[in-house]
């Protein structure tokens, strides 16, 4: 179980993206195929970074040790599309839940080769290729591809390999709409029980109203008996430098929650700092891209 006393005093990091460091190997469509991949995919593969979960776990665990070398204390696994949802458009599937269980365990196995320092692993949810708030066609504003149960299904699957792998936290990202992130929130209920296993929600909007994609307030996307493992203020950040950068002096501070930012310079770094930090300026180097709310 993951101890909160991990998170104080300090300033936690955690780790950049994958899909960039991916694009220095220039991997072919070959890359992304194994017998099993093989005998479930229908269309091209390349893209789809969960199946070197089972191709090359090898470049993963490598990119996992190179954010550990960099400073990282907590390293996200290769398993962002990792559902049945998003994979069902490659045909496969099938192997979602193994997609998602060997991305936590090769996230795990290089997490424990390092013995300087407790690494820990989050496991990466991602918001699907799916709304369940927008219509994908506007002439029909009543149908959704998918119903909240579907969703749930879709995560409960995914998260059960997370946590199965070796997951010490889930990491439910780049959030756009309120009732995916409830799904994803509701099934790590089911499966842990009473909101028991730590979540972080990372949370995209569009501008300074603070409402995502689907017009939402992003603290709508937060859930009752979610465990609190850190919270964002409602500041802003922008994908220009030094616009709408917050001061730490305007967010809300609660005495055992620690707060967390995102933001991504050259290599993309995300970190996260303690209510210890509150009275400092986020550094104004780097590119911010977006907001993120975790709970």
Not at 66 to 73: L, M, P, S, V
Not at 120 to 135: C, N, Y
Request: proline share 5%.
């Amino acid at each position: 179980m993951l101890d909160k006393d991990f998170f104080n005093g300090r300033i936690i990091i955690l780790d950049g993206a994958m899909g960039t460091m991916l694009q220095r190997y220039g991997l072919a469509e070959e890359d992304f195929h194994t017998d099993i991949i093989d005998s479930q995919a229908v269309r091209e593969l390349k893209g789809n970074n969960e199946c070197l979960n089972l191709s090359h776990p090898e470049i993963i665990r490598e990119i996992h040790l190179e954010y550990i070398k960099a400073g990282a204390d907590i390293i996200e696994s290769n398993t962002f599309s990792a559902n049945k949802i998003s994979q069902k458009e490659y045909g496969t599937e099938a192997l979602a839940y193994r997609m998602a269980f060997e991305g936590a365990r090769i996230a795990r196995q290089a997490a424990d080769s390092v013995t300087e320092k407790r690494i820990l692993v989050a496991g990466s949810v991602g918001p699907t290729s799916k709304s369940l708030s927008l219509a994908p066609d506007i002439n029909r504003p009543e149908v959704r591809p998918y119903s909240f149960r579907d969703m749930v299904s879709a995560y409960d699957e995914q998260i059960r390999g997370l946590v199965d792998g070796g997951a010490d936290l889930i990491l439910i990202e780049t959030c756009f709409d309120a009732l995916n992130t409830k799904a994803a929130l509701y099934a790590l209920e089911n499966i842990t029980g009473n909101g028991s296993f730590p979540a972080i929600v990372s949370v995209s909007v569009n501008d300074k109203s603070g409402r995502t994609l689907t017009d939402r307030p992003s603290r709508h996307s937060t859930h009752r008996s979610a465990t609190t493992l850190s919270r964002h203020s409602d500041s802003t950040v922008h994908s220009e430098p030094r616009t709408s950068l917050p001061s730490w002096k305007k967010w809300p501070v609660s005495p055992d929650v620690p707060s967390a930012a995102t933001r991504t310079p050259d290599c993309l770094t995300k970190w996260a700092a303690t209510t210890k930090h509150q009275n400092r300026w986020l550094p104004p180097s780097g590119q911010w891209q977006k907001k993120a709310l975790s709970i």
